[in-house]
């Protein structure tokens, strides 16, 4: 069983930046999604196993950056320009790759999935 627990979120400033953690031990295909009050969750950053294959939603292209560290055992998402559209509860998610290249965007692809690390920024 695999448990996923976020951290490095709370309030910023528009403009600001924050970098989310998660555990990513493993052969596991890893994805951040959001979720904010009312709305449908979204797929926000993807990444494969090995690391070098990513993927990112529109809105947050040129903006975030998900990276993992294999070696210890983690995955990020580097957030940069920070807008109040990007306030949401942010969600790990894990699924066990078969393959070294690829990433899933679609969140019935993961098995698992944290609780979520709010961010909230503030305009």
């Known amino acids: 069983q695999v448990q996923l627990v976020e951290s490095g979120g709370g309030l910023v400033q528009a403009g600001g930046s924050l970098r989310l953690s998660c555990p990513a031990s493993g052969r596991y295909a890893m994805g951040w999604f959001r979720q904010a009050p009312g709305k449908e969750r979204e797929f926000v950053a993807a990444i494969s196993w090995s690391g070098g294959n990513t993927a990112y939603a529109d809105s947050v292209k040129g903006r975030f950056t998900i990276s993992k560290d294999n070696a210890k055992g983690t995955v990020h998402l580097q957030m940069y320009s920070l807008k109040p559209e990007d306030t949401a509860a942010y969600l790990c998610?894990?699924?066990?790759?078969?393959?070294?290249?690829?990433?899933?965007?679609?969140?019935?692809?993961?098995?698992?999935w944290g609780q979520g690390t709010q961010v909230t920024v503030s305009s």
């Open positions: 998610a894990a699924v066990r790759s078969y393959s070294v290249s690829g990433y899933y965007t679609g969140a019935k692809a993961y098995e698992y």
